[in-house]
Nanobody
């Protein structure tokens, strides 16, 4: 499975962006997003189950970001609202593994990674 992330860009604080992650084939893997800012470790952002029925978010984005998926289009979305300068990072989508692979940020068991899409939030 190949993952293609898109939708990043430059936005002012308080604005919104919607990231997309298109998979090359139909799958029911858990899928999620990580981000990495310059000089910082990669951190978990959000994960969604294969059916779309379960989600989990990091505390730093809870209430502002929403993850969803359209399995008919093999695509996962990350709607980001009320963006803050500290959300600035390269965002990576991933597929496979368990929920803990994402929430623990261990990425153990995650099988597939997309290339990053840059999100920059200006103050």
């Amino acid at each position: 499975v190949q993952l293609q992330a898109s939708g990043g860009g430059l936005v002012q604080a308080g604005g919104s962006l919607r990231l997309s992650c298109a998979a090359s084939s139909r799958n029911l893997y858990h899928m999620g997003w990580f981000r990495q800012a310059p000089g910082k470790e990669r951190e978990f952002v959000a994960v969604i189950s294969g059916s779309g029925g379960s989600t989990s978010y990091s505390d730093s984005v809870k209430g502002r970001f929403t993850i969803s998926r359209d399995n008919a289009k093999n695509t996962v979305f990350l709607q980001m609202n009320s963006l803050k300068p500290e959300d600035t990072a390269a965002y990576y989508c991933a597929a496979g593994g368990s929920f803990a692979s994402y929430t623990s940020a261990s990425d153990v068991g995650i099988d597939y990674w997309g290339k990053g899409t840059q999100v920059t939030v200006s103050s």
